[in-house]
RNA sequence: CAGGAGUGACAGGUAGUUGCUGGUAGCAUUUAUGCUACGAGAGGAAAGUCCGGGCUGCACGCAAGAGAGGACUCCAUCUAACGGAUGGCCAGAGUAAUCUGAGGGCAAGUGCAACAGAGAGCAGGUAGCCAUACUUCGGUAUGGUCAUAGUGAAAGGGUGGGGUAAGAGCCCACCGGUGCCUAUGGUAACAUGGGCAGCCAGGUAAACCCUGUCUGCAGCAAGAAGCAUAUGGUAUGAACUCUUGCAUCGCCGUAAGGCAAAAAUGCUUCGCUUGAGCCUGUUGGCAACAGCAGGCCUAGAUAAAUAACUACCCAACGACAGAACCCGGCUUAUCGUUGCUCCUGACUA
RNA sequence: GGAACCAUCGCCAAGUUGGUAAGGCCGCAGCCUGCAAAGCUGCUAUUCGCCGGUUCGAGUCCGGCUGGUUCCU
């Protein structure tokens, strides 16, 4: 019983669900090509792409090309897309996730982008709930 | 009150909830992670990479070698240094406050100037003017001359008088400009005078070039260390050969390395933030700036931290915009709010 | 982050020492042909990426911007 519990305990302590610090961040070029070619499933919205590929690892990364604009421009739309990742990173299934922005992000509030994001999560599977 | 000129400051704030990146302290354990608390967290340009410096590596015998290349160029001061700044001088713009200026030398040498025009570089002579000769009395030829006309961006001083066949710095007076000498003021650039000379000497050096000053080459993806992976091996003494030797050349010299190792790939750590530092006061200086005293520690990430939401304030959901080794400048972008000083005009007292 | 270079007609481009922008393809018009193609003749740059400066005069020289390309990885 006692090492069941110990077990149990180690578990949660290495499920890294809950922080954004044990995604490993997709860095190379190489990587992001694997993600965009081998995903399970893409979602398309007017402020931003989503793709998801099934793994056993836990990897994200955040895509702002030089269309949406200066550098000031580019660590926004970033932010914002992060601060949506964080919000249901409890509720995410593993696998690798990329999030591609786009121009119209930077002029959307909020709320609306928030729900095409939860929308863009169900439709690719990627929530935990059965 | 209206219109200007100069020089500064700020670059949203407050409260709450959920988060991000370092630091310090404590606790826990699987010993490199988690949790808790405290405090910190982009700019005036962080940008462009146009200059200068630190720092690092290579080179480093002659170090102040030589030349080439590059940059700058009125004077003085400031600075670690600069092509920067401050103050002046000169030239130009403006009624003025003030602003702008790559602002040495073309009386060292070489070159360049299309078209137009007679002529564009030791000046020249188209029209014109004058004299002489001839004459068919229209003019033609020769000589003198360049004031006047025309061309051009630019035609070798200006005005007046004398002079002459007609004219001309040919001569004279004044003015402008040039060189030399000299007086006064100024640290100096230079300014204001005086005298003498010669008689005018064009423009262009962001054309070559000359004078003077500076300059070894590369850049934190510099460079150092560690771990892992696979590759690779002439010879064993020297020589040969190979690789490297950071722009060029001369003399001198003949370097370094080849398993005690080299280079490649991947990852990590250091470099990485206490510094020509910032703030306040004071002293010196017209000022840039410097000295002294006291206080402060103020980002250090690595696909790259400052965010999201809610409420309120406000003329305003805020302009330009994100550190990447670090400083000093320059340049460019920029919605506004606001302090101080000065100038001109109008009106009132 | 650092370093180097480029921009001329719709396309490809020449333009040395500053003097009024060659050429080819494409297009348009004409000739030729029964009609076409080919060939021949002619036309097409008012602003040389943009803004200043030097000069009598800048595609060219100098400074600053804008856009693009390449290298170090």
């Known amino acids: 019983m006692l090492l069941e519990e110990q077990k149990v305990e180690k578990d949660w302590r290495y ?17 992001f090509n694997g993600v965009y070619n081998r995903s399970t499933k893409t979602w398309h919205t007017p402020y931003f792409v989503l793709f998801y590929q099934r793994s056993n690892e836990y990897k994200v990364g955040f895509v702002a090309s030089k269309k949406i604009g200066n550098a000031v421009h580019r660590n926004r739309a970033k932010r914002l ?44 599977t990627a929530f935990l709930q059965n």
């Open 81 to 124: 897309l992060r601060a949506h990742f964080i919000e249901n990173i409890d509720q995410l299934k593993r696998g690798s996730y990329v999030l591609v922005a786009k121009p119209a992000l930077l002029n959307e509030s909020y709320s609306v982008t928030r729900k095409a994001y939860l929308h863009a999560l169900k439709k690719c």
């Open 15 to 31: 499920n890294p669900i809950g922080k954004i610090k044990h995604f490993t961040r997709i860095k190379t070029s190489k990587e």
